[in-house]
């Protein structure tokens, strides 16, 4: 079974360290933890990363639009790759890059 994970954010520099882009966080982090490579992806405008979690295979997502424009580029992306499952995630008002950072006390889903 083949899982579409979003990470939602706003792409440049400009955002890089705000809330919005909690969900690149996410996303980096996985990859990060499980071996992924983002490679652009212009037919879905956005990058992606393959991993597998268990016997998963997971696809994860950041759209290169901005949030209130990810819409067609998610809809893009899970039909191009025949997802079975869409996860989202997307920032909070207290969100921040050390909140999606691995601790010895929590976990990225779960901070200390």
Not at 38 to 47: A, K, V
Request: glycine share 12%; hydrophobic share 40%; with cysteine.
């Amino acid at each position: 079974m083949k899982y579409l994970i979003v990470g939602l954010g706003n792409p440049g520099p400009k955002y890089e360290e705000t809330r919005h882009n909690a969900g690149f966080w996410f996303v980096d982090l996985l990859a990060g933890c499980y071996g992924g490579n983002f490679r652009s992806e212009t037919r879905f405008h956005g990058q992606l990363a393959n991993i597998r979690l268990g016997a998963s295979e997971c696809c994860l997502f950041k759209p290169s639009t901005f949030m209130n424009r990810s819409g067609s580029a998610i809809r893009a992306a899970a039909a191009g790759l025949s997802a079975a499952s869409l996860f989202r995630i997307s920032g909070s008002r207290t969100a921040s890059p050390a909140a999606a950072s691995p601790s010895r006390t929590g976990s990225p889903a779960r901070p200390a």
